[in-house]
């Protein structure tokens, strides 16, 4: 074994490798499934048997089907492992795609939209993200792939008109399915396995771990509330937008400069709240600028300008959550549950993104107004809910290098470094031959480590 040292504060070279495979492999996974959106309802009156009510469930299923399946596949990587799963997950995912460009009627395209969420990878790619990342820098590690997410949707906003006029909607499907399987080829090849600790339990018993900690719940409540927001205001924003820039094709002159400078904001607050320790109050506060925004959607005029502003400020604030609530969670839980963690975590974010619809659509009834008000006070609801979330004091962290033959037993170092008393999580990386460990007590000697791993070894 070699020297452990301290672990400075910049991404190591497994993390920024970890987080561009992770955020590439994402982000095109993502940009095939936004394709479709905004124009489904456009191409969807086409097809046989297409009813208003049927083209709704078509967009909605997915949301549905991945909300239901998070939590399972989360269990399953704590078990098997996480890229087992997530390969799984991803070719589900792209039979669901091609189930949906061969389809003729409008339920066919259901049936391929709900296979496409059973293929539920969000939970474990997370949980991945998570074990090859050190708790310090988890954050960023989430912001490169929440930045990613953001860059394909405002990419599909922008190309989705033109690709279906050229291709039509079995063409979206098509080149979902195909990005879907690029991505799979370039994660088998590029993102590390982590080591993990062999389960020994049923990973069901997980999930009651998970489930009885409230201030887990709670950021479970937020993500939900955050992407019911944020499905509900897609509802009506483009009928106002509509109003200022007729046309959709118009509408990526709003989205593409409030994407890129809500990112300008969010990355410095990122940095400063890591920086502080200071999440679990600027995640309230973001809350509440969310809030802010929402009501004044319903009380400004069709101005260019002051949309725009708006918008800078609601993205600011959905995308400095989108990264901070994970890693919150994160932090908060050991690699042995992660995976389940994760599972109910994004669980929450699917069906608010399912219930942000079907909310969205019964209020457009009453009036574009009453959709952003309501979600306003909801985005408040979640400020209240995440003013109970305690602050956990960021822990001693080592990069503990490895000899290569200790690499090749992995599993066995992870297991031993984890019954350390003072140790509250360790995450060994073969291909770099280094383990993450993360100390609950403190300071622990390097001297101390290597003895404690070298008995277990032996024994």
Not at 107 to 130: D, N
Not at 165 to 174: C, H, I, M, Y
Not at 236 to 251: F, T, W
């Amino acid at each position: 074994m070699n020297r452990s040292q301290n672990i400075a504060n910049p991404l190591t070279a497994g993390e920024r490798r970890a987080a561009a495979s992770l955020a590439l492999v994402v982000g095109l996974r993502m940009f095939g499934l936004f394709l479709i959106l905004p124009v489904f309802t456009l191409y969807a009156s086409q097809l046989e048997g297409d009813t208003p009510l049927l083209t709704g469930l078509a967009i909605g299923i997915y949301g549905l089907t991945q909300a239901v399946m998070q939590i399972p596949m989360g269990l399953l990587s704590d078990y098997f492992g996480r890229k087992q799963v997530i390969v799984l997950g991803m070719l589900v995912f792209i039979a669901g795609s091609v189930l949906a460009a061969l389809a003729d009627g409008i339920l066919g395209i259901i049936a391929g939209r709900a296979l496409q969420g059973l293929g539920a990878v969000a939970s474990v790619s997370m949980a991945l993200a998570a074990d090859l990342s050190r708790d310090s820098q988890r954050t960023k590690v989430m912001a490169f792939i929440g930045m990613s997410i953001g860059l394909s949707f405002m990419l599909a906003l922008l190309v989705s008109p033109v690709l279906a006029q050229w291709q039509g909607l079995s063409g979206l499907f098509w080149i979902t399915a195909g990005l879907s399987a690029a991505g799979l080829l370039l994660f088998v090849r590029l993102v590390p396995q982590p080591a993990r600790t062999r389960q020994q339990d049923s990973p069901f018993l997980h999930l009651g771990r998970v489930v009885r900690r409230g201030q887990l719940l709670r950021l479970d409540a937020g993500v939900m509330l955050l992407h019911l927001a944020l499905t509900g205001l897609f509802v009506a924003l483009p009928l106002l937008l509509d109003r200022i820039l007729p046309g959709a094709g118009q509408h990526w002159k709003f989205y593409l400069p409030a994407m890129v400078l809500s990112v300008l904001l969010m990355v410095p607050a990122i940095f400063f709240s890591e920086k502080r320790n200071l999440n679990t109050r600027m995640v309230p506060l973001a809350f509440l600028l969310l809030a802010a925004s929402l009501w004044l959607f319903s009380r400004v005029q069709p101005d260019y300008a002051v949309v725009l502003g708006v918008m800078v400020l609601f993205f600011t604030a959905f995308n400095y959550l989108e990264s901070t609530l994970p890693a919150m969670l994160s932090r908060r839980v050991t690699s042995r549950v992660r995976g389940a963690a994760m599972g109910a975590y994004t669980t929450g974010q699917f069906f608010g993104a399912f219930l942000g619809g079907l909310l969205g659509g019964w209020l457009l009834q009453q009036g574009e107004a009453q959709v952003y008000q309501v979600l306003a006070l909801l985005a408040l609801a979640a400020m209240g809910v995440l003013l109970g979330v305690r602050r956990v004091e960021k822990h001693q962290e080592q990069l503990l290098k490895l000899k290569p033959e200790l690499s090749l037993r992995a599993e066995a170092v992870t297991q031993a470094l984890m019954e350390h008393p003072s140790v509250a999580d360790a995450v060994v990386v073969p291909a770099e031959d280094v383990a993450y460990v993360r100390l609950s007590e403190g300071p622990v000697s390097e001297q101390e480590l290597c003895d404690w791993l070298c008995r277990k070894l032996a024994a």
